[in-house]
């Protein structure tokens, strides 16, 4: 652009006289036609003189140069899309094998827990056998006491139903051996009137004073009967006393039994429900890695000279991969750069997917943070 | 019992909370600033057609720029013209950044209507939609607007499609005897213009800050001499054509005055010469070395400068009243032909490494140079006005050709080959 040459300047100052040498030849070589004619640059009239430039030539091959860029391009992409689509395919296939491994180690490991918590639920099994037949022991005495009780006061009831059957019987014969005095005396009333009413007061007497005797017998048998049942009820009570509270400890111990086993249970489920979301954030985390891969292939970012430019964005996913929504949360401040990273977002449709449906759900709400470096 | 049992809660209080706090976060760093896919429909036409192919120059627009990956056209899912004809998840598939669409309707034969919409594909939005009227002579210079609109609104950066560059170009006659020309033409290359021939060296053409007129150096009258002339008229003046050396002309950012090489001391030095008043006034003041190739530092008051007075060709930086000048370039022996970037980050020069020149920027804050081309011969650095690109001179098959490389080195872009030697390219300010 410069009129002095670089030659002159590497030169250095010995180029002073090159140049006036030059300068002369300038001077020998110029004739008085050479005097250039200023052309006018109407914007209407739009070329003078187009005597040196086939401008036919250049468009030529211009076209000729853009046409094979245009193919170095596309074979370019072509390529680029094929490593890409390795490049993914194999991510894919190692995420599918490090899952299958997963799931191996994972049934492995539930195996092996089930088999021991299985094994602890035999022991428990046994355990809980052992209790319910000392239980079994326990209430079968209780019913061999309780039937021997029955029976003593069955053989007591027994005994007193004879005694007052024997009464009884005494008493009829009683009455009968009265009956046939009163006859006697009857007749004897009969053969002698006189001596009648002495005799009769006798024979009140005497049979009051037997009524009085046998009422007296009955009462205190009444008596002895009552005290009987009385003692038999109370008896009772005492071993009905005894059961209700062998039944109540054994409930007691039942439910602290059950309540163990529920917390047990519990614990069992809370450390599979652990395995499961600790798998789920191993395949969230792969698959975030592999999104975040995806998505950088696909930001194209505007070369612009600003730093420290940071957008973030706000992404939805519909199932499937595709891009639901896109909010910018917080831009960079330029235009350009958030849209960027929007369009990335965008290109990178649809994104990878895993079949787990609740890792897949873990991956349906996203913040990116995109900065150049 | 109760650790178990606390153990166990635990579990059911974090698995619940990991539901709740199920949005996961991921941070992507990185990226890459790859070319953005971009999909041109080619634009619908009725009445009489246009002479000019405008989503063809277009497509070469922005392909050209290295920033943009425009779709072949057989990918081209379908060919809207409107927006009701958009469907927009069919160009999601192809995974366009945008979607350019557009109507030339020719309305007497002479007078066109032209309309675009550039879409964002993937919020299904449109981001640009212009209506314009233009006589079938600016049809192309609209092609180029339309693709700098788009390349703004995709890019953030503002688009120089539209822009010109002024080069040099020589003929070698059958008889051995030279010709010259200055020539202008749009920023692809395409459509040049002649403004200036001669038998004899024309040099150094510098485009004024408004874009309307060109400096340049031309051997015309036996010897060198500064001319400026005016774009749309025609008319110039010669501005310096003192004894010995008239060299290197820059315009300031105000456009007021001009930075030269004057020899007429007896040793090349820097001058400013106020165009208005003709005032001269001498910057540096080194007799014993070359200073020249001033060019301006915007909206500063300072000059940047090659000179050897190190003994080897550096740049330096002084200020256009004159005074000490610091030195600015130390990596390697070699470093000449500056120019700034009209953001004033970098500086590009040709950076001689073990007799071959490369085009090299230095970020002026930092000191860092980064060679930015390979081939060897390159020369007259000149930062595009948005201080994207670097268009500069190289030589291929014996002959000049223009390039143009990101200020990163990522784009390399070559631009009209036609077996004709082309030099000391020029890269226009935006056209207001």
Known sequence: MKNTSVENITAGSSSLLLHIVLLGLFVVGMDSQSIPKPIAQHEQVEIVQATMMDENNVLQEMVRQQEVEDKKRNEEQAR???VDQRLEETQNELARKELEFQDQQERAKIEQQQRETKAKQEQEKIAKLEQARKQEEIKQEQAVAERKIAEEKRTKADQERKVAEQKQKQAEQDRKKQEDLKQKAEQELKAAEKKKQTAEADRKAEEDKKAAQARKVKAEADKKAEADKKAAAAKKAETDKKAEEARKVEAERKAQVAEADRLLQDSLASEQQEQESKRIAGVVDQYSLMIKQRINRNWLRPSISESGLQSTLRVTLLPGGDVKQVTVVKSSGNAIFDRSAESAVYRAAPWPQPSDPKAAAALRDFQFIFKPE | MTKRLLIALGIIVSALSWQANAELVIEITGGSEAALPIALVPFGSEGSVSPVDLSEVIRNDLAGSGRFAPLPQQDLISQPHKQAEVNFADWRLLRSEGLVIGNVTSIDGQTYDV???????????????????????????????ISDQIYHALTGEVGVFATRLAFVTVITNADGSKRFALQVSDADGANPRTVLQSKEPIMSPNWSPDGERLSYVSFENGKTEVFVQEMTSGRRSSVASFKGINSAPSWSPDGKKLALTLSKGGNPEIYVLNLASGDLARVTHNSQSIDTEAVWLPNSNSLLFTSDRGGRPQIYKVSSDGGNASRVTFEGNYNSSPDVSPDGRYLAMVH?????????????????????????????PSFAPNSSMILYATER??????????????????????????REPAWSPIRK
């Open chain 2, 397 to 422: 098959n014996g002959k000049g050709v223009l390039a143009a490389v990101s200020v990163d080195g990522r784009i390399q872009q070559r631009l009209g080959e036609a077996g004709i030697d082309v």
């Open chain 2, 115 to 145: 309309q675009f919409q550039l879409f964002d594909v993937y919020k299904g939005q449109q981001l640009v939609g212009k209506r314009y009227q233009v006589p079938a002579s600016g049809l192309r210079r609209l092609a180029h607007q």
């Open chain 1, 80 to 82: 680029q899309d094929k």
């Open chain 2, 352 to 380: 001689g490494v073990g007799g071959k020149y490369f085009i090299a920027v230095q970020d002026l804050a930092s000191g860092a140079v980064q060679v930015l081309t390979e081939t060897g011969r390159d020369e007259s």
